[in-house]
């Protein structure tokens, strides 16, 4: 009789998550800025330059500073 591992106690509900967290995590999609060509999340406004679509959505603090 050839028997396999076999737990001997039931893994609890969480401990089974715990060891599942890790799974969804993928690397963020990253993309060069049409505008500064710094890098930026597609969709989302160009933490470099503050453009988003060809316009200036967040003024730069640097231009405000000088």
Excluded: F, W
């Excluded at 999340?41 to 330059?49: A, E």
């Amino acid at each position: 009789m050839a028997g396999g591992p076999v737990p001997k106690k039931k893994h609890s509900r969480g401990r089974r998550g715990k060891r599942r967290a890790n799974q969804g995590l993928s690397i963020p999609t990253v993309v060069d800025c049409p505008d500064c060509e710094g890098k930026m999340r597609p969709h989302h406004v160009c933490p470099t330059c503050g453009y988003y679509n060809g316009r200036e959505v967040i003024s730069s603090e640097s231009s405000e500073i000088e």
